[in-house]
Each structure stands twice: as structure tokens, then as C-alpha cells.
């Protein structure tokens, strides 16, 4: 099915630990994003990319890093996971005026 | 500094009565504005957006409202459904030469109950 997949799903890390969460997206779009969703809070942006090669800081990057390794792929690392980073992820893309679509997140527990 | 804020953490609707769901923005530049809809499990999906140069737009049961004079935009829901039920969020974008960014309120939790 074309989308945007997200891997894992689920995750549980012991605080000071490192992840990197994926995103591929099958849609030829240009730009891509990763959001986190918290509970009152909604959804922040963290990073995104508007086209390859490019990448640029959200409202809160601090304590993560991306890589945009092709048009379809754009990664989200977590270096020294911290229990205030527990939360959904998730990951986007768009193209045109407001077509953006979204994957189904990645559940994050530091412990 | 929260640029889009929806101040309705919750909401219960009645089947077939009408939902109205609220959200003020503080950026005078947004150029869109637009509602996702969000099931447990699952990402937001798009529901309807409206152009800053308009004021109304509609489709089928879903109708968005912007004032701009008062930075305020809203979503009615006209008859309620139970499958309705969902978390909606409001979104604002400024659109630069390379795209944009979406900046999202906290969400408003919507119950409709047969």
C-alpha cells in the first residue's frame, strides 16, 4: 500500500541508550517531517526536510538528529535517550499545498 | 509560544446534533489553515483545510469557518456521527519557497454518543 511506514512501531529504551527510528515514504513527495505527540500538547515538530540533502530544526530538536538518506527515507536518531523523549513519533510527508500523510507512529518508552 | 491553541481539551455530542470545534491562532502570516482527524493507534489524517484569503469552506458534512479579524477558525460537524468520534486537531501552515511546516493546536477529543 503506498504511505508512509514507520519501524518500529514499539519501543522501550533504558535512558542513555540510542535508536534510530525509520521512515520510508512510496509517494515521490519532497518533503518529509518528524512530529512527536504528547499528551496536551499535541504534535511538535522536531525536524524536517524539504527536499533531499535538506534538513532543518523544528520547535523542539534538542536531543535528536535526522538524516535524509534519499528522497523516500528520513530518519530520526536519538543519541543518549532521555525519559522526557518517551512519547509517540510520527513521521510525515507532503507534496503539493497540504497533502500531507501521515504513518501510523512509533510508540517510544524510556525507562 | 503556542501559535495555535485549541482550548477544548474534550467535547460530547449528541448523535445528529452538530459539533462545533474551536481553535485560535496568534500568526497573522499562516496562508492555510487545516483540520486532521486522529484515531487511537493511528496517524492524523486530513479532514479539510481553508485558504487565509477565504472565509468559509464545506464538504459534505464538514464545514470550516476562518475570522480573520479575530485569528479564530472553526470546524462544525453537521449531523454528529458516533464514528465522529476521534481526536481533531487544527493545523496552521506558512508556505515559504521550499514548502512549509505544519504547526499543530494541543487537539480537541470529540465523543458523539448514540
Known amino acids: 500500500n503506498a504511505g508512509v511506514t514507520q519501524t518500529p512501531k514499539f519501543q522501550v529504551l533504558k535512558t542513555g541508550q540510542s535508536m534510530t527510528l525509520q521512515c520510508a515514504q512510496d509517494?515521490?513527495?519532497?518533503?518529509m517531517y518528524w512530529y512527536r505527540q504528547d499528551p496536551g500538547m499535541g504534535l511538535r515538530l522536531i525536524y524536517y526536510?524539504?527536499?533531499?540533502?535538506?534538513?532543518d530544526k523544528g520547535e523542539v530538536p534538542n536531543g535528536y538528529n535526522v538524516s535524509r538518506l534519499n528522497k523516500r527515507e528520513f530518519s530520526l536518531r536519538l543519541e543518549s535517550a532521555a525519559p522526557s523523549q518517551t512519547s509517540v513519533y510520527f513521521c510525515?510527508?507532503?507534496?503539493?499545498?497540504?497533502?500531507?500523510?501521515f504513518g501510523s507512529g512509533t510508540r517510544l518508552t524510556v525507562v | 509560544d503556542q501559535q495555535v491553541k485549541q482550548n477544548s481539551p474534550s467535547l460530547s455530542v449528541q448523535e445528529g446534533r452538530i459539533s462545533i470545534l474551536n481553535c485560535d491562532y496568534t500568526?497573522?502570516?499562516?496562508?492555510?489553515f487545516l483540520w486532521y482527524k486522529k484515531y487511537p493507534a493511528e496517524g492524523p489524517t486530513f479532514l479539510i483545510s481553508?485558504?487565509?484569503?477565504?472565509d468559509k469552506n464545506e464538504d459534505g458534512r464538514f464545514t470550516v469557518f476562518l475570522n480573520k479579524s479575530a485569528k479564530h477558525l472553526s470546524l462544525h460537524i453537521v449531523p454528529s456521527q458516533p464514528g465522529d468520534s476521534a481526536v481533531y486537531f487544527c493545523?496552521?501552515?506558512?508556505?515559504?519557497?521550499?514548502?512549509?511546516?505544519?504547526?499543530f493546536g494541543q487537539g480537541t477529543e470529540l465523543s458523539v454518543k448514540p
Open positions: 509517494m515521490n513527495h519532497n518533503s
Open positions: 481553508i485558504s487565509s484569503i477565504k
Open positions: 510525515a510527508s507532503r507534496t503539493g499545498t497540504y497533502g500531507y500523510t
Open positions: 500568526n497573522s502570516m499562516f496562508d492555510y
Open positions: 493545523a496552521a501552515e506558512r508556505l515559504y519557497n521550499q514548502g512549509g511546516k505544519l504547526i
Open positions: 526536510s524539504a527536499s533531499e540533502g535538506t534538513t
